[in-house]
C-alpha cells in the first residue's frame, strides 16, 4: 500500500508526520495511563495527597530517563528487524510504524478505559514483537531467521526481574 509513495513526496512527509502524531499521541496515553497505576496505591492509602504522588511520579520517570539514558529505547528496537525501519528494496517504513503505533495506542486507551490495569511499555514490546512477525511473515522468512528471539528474551528477563528487583530494593 506505502510502496507507490514516492519517497521525499509530501504524501511520504505527510504519512510521516502522523507517525510522528501517533508517537505523540501514544506518549501522552503512556503519561496518564501509567501514572495512574503507579500512584493509585500511595494515594489509596493516604501516604501521599494527589498531587502530590503525581508529581514524585513525574520526577522520578524523569530522573529514570536522565539517570538510564536511552539503554531501554535501544534494546528495544533492536527487537525489530532491520528490514522494518529501512527495508532493503527502498520501501517506506510508514506501514509498520504506523501498525506499530495504532495497535499500542488502540490496548493503551482500551486497557485504561476499562480500567484494566497495564504497562504502556508492555503494549508497545507486544506491538515490537507482532511488527517483527508481521514482517518475518510478509517476506517468507522462517520466524527464526526474521526475529531476534535472543532480543526478545533478553527484554522479556527484565521485565520479570524489575518488579522483583523493586521489591527487594523497597
Given at each position: 500500500m506505502f510502496a507507490a509513495v514516492p519517497l521525499g513526496s509530501?504524501?511520504?512527509?505527510?504519512?510521516?508526520?502522523?507517525?510522528?502524531?501517533?508517537?505523540?499521541?501514544?506518549?501522552?496515553?503512556?503519561?496518564?495511563?501509567?501514572?495512574?497505576?503507579?500512584?493509585?496505591?500511595?494515594?489509596?492509602?493516604?501516604?501521599?495527597?494527589?498531587?502530590?504522588?503525581?508529581?514524585?511520579?513525574?520526577l522520578m520517570n524523569f530522573m529514570g530517563v536522565m539517570v538510564g539514558g536511552t539503554a531501554v529505547a535501544y534494546a528495544l528496537v533492536e527487537i525489530l528487524p532491520p528490514e522494518v525501519l529501512t527495508p532493503p528494496n527502498g520501501d517506506p517504513a510508514i506501514g509498520m510504524l504506523a501498525a506499530l503505533f495504532i495497535t499500542s495506542l488502540l490496548w493503551n486507551v482500551g486497557t485504561w478505559a476499562l480500567g484494566i490495569p497495564n504497562s504502556s511499555s508492555h503494549a508497545l514490546i507486544g506491538s515490537l514483537v507482532r511488527?517483527?512477525?508481521?514482517?518475518?511473515?510478509?517476506?517468507?522468512?522462517?520466524?527464526?531467521?526474521?526475529?531476534?528471539?535472543?532480543?526478545?528474551?533478553?527484554?522479556?528477563?527484565a521485565l520479570l526481574v524489575s518488579p522483583v528487583l523493586g521489591f527487594a530494593l523497597a
Open positions: 509530501s504524501l511520504a512527509l505527510v504519512l510521516l508526520g502522523a507517525c510522528l502524531v501517533l508517537v505523540l499521541v501514544f506518549e501522552f496515553s503512556n503519561g496518564f495511563h501509567d501514572t495512574a497505576n503507579a500512584v493509585a496505591t500511595v494515594i489509596y492509602t493516604n501516604s501521599l495527597k494527589p498531587v502530590q504522588a503525581v508529581v514524585w511520579s513525574g511488527v517483527s512477525i508481521a514482517s518475518t511473515l510478509r517476506r517468507s522468512r522462517p520466524l527464526h531467521e526474521g526475529v531476534d528471539w535472543s532480543q526478545i528474551l533478553k527484554v522479556l528477563e
